[in-house]
């Protein structure tokens, strides 16, 4: 439901009634604002996380290549297959890259994190509860005493 409403200026505003609670037209926009840009600020940082993967990925790739060749190259020359080690934690640091730029790992970090929300909900309580205003303050007081008493 909507209602209009006329201030001493004679302009108008326009109130929601939501769940009981009457709220201003402009402090819902404000909101739904507010949530826009949070919503874009995320996906631009996950953006550029999936560029840097990238990036991240061409020179680890390249380093990866050669350092494969090279490590083969000398465990056949040598006759030594030791040299052929270091490629299993490489291999394991470019697979975990790759997935991460090109692959499936931000889905299925994303189904994972909606199953900890929904079934783990105890797991992601903060220490002594959520922060109010309350604790911020005495905090503040605090803390100013402690510098006026110095």
Do not use: H
Not at 28 to 42: D, F, G, P, T
Not at 70 to 90: D, N, V, Y
Not at 102 to 118: D, F, P, S, V, W
């Amino acid at each position: 439901m909507i209602w209009t409403c006329y201030s001493i200026r004679m302009s108008i505003c326009s109130w929601i009634n939501l769940e009981g609670k009457t709220i201003s037209v402009q402090v819902v926009i404000k909101l739904e604002r507010q949530l826009m840009m949070q919503n874009e600020m995320r996906e631009r940082q996950m953006a550029l996380q999936i560029a840097w993967s990238r990036e991240f990925l061409k020179y680890f790739g390249t380093f990866f290549g050669i350092a494969a060749i090279s490590l083969t190259a000398g465990a056949i020359r040598r006759k030594k297959p030791a040299f052929l080690f270091p490629i299993i934690p490489l291999s394991f640091i470019f697979t975990y890259q790759y997935d991460l730029g090109y692959g499936t790992l931000l889905q299925r970090m994303k189904g994972e994190a909606e199953n900890i929300l929904e079934t783990e909900k105890s797991k992601l309580q903060l220490p002594r509860g959520v922060i109010t205003f309350e604790n911020l303050e005495k905090a503040r007081r605090e803390q100013s005493k402690f510098f006026i008493d110095k």
